[in-house]
């Protein structure tokens, strides 16, 4: 199977749903791609290890000191509160553009 023939799933529990009940199928077309050659070594992995690379951002010094002092009274490393933000504002546009 390939990506193209993926059904839309509405969200990621009936996509994880999906996969689940179709594993076995999967997991023998894989076997069947591994011992035809036709798989990649490390292709998943290097894609992934490439979203997960670090993004550098630039904060105008309001918004960074806006950051620290919210952090502070939190009681999160700024890092943290940065990063969760960031992650809800993405969510959140991801669903905006659905």
Known sequence: MSPRELPAFANEDEEAAWW??????HDEEFARAFAEGRVRRGSVAQRLASARQVAMVSLAEPDAQAAAQLAGKMGVEVQSLLSELLHQAIRREI????
């Open 20 to 25: 689940y009940a179709n594993r076995e199928k």
């Open 95 to 98: 669903e905006r553009a659905a």
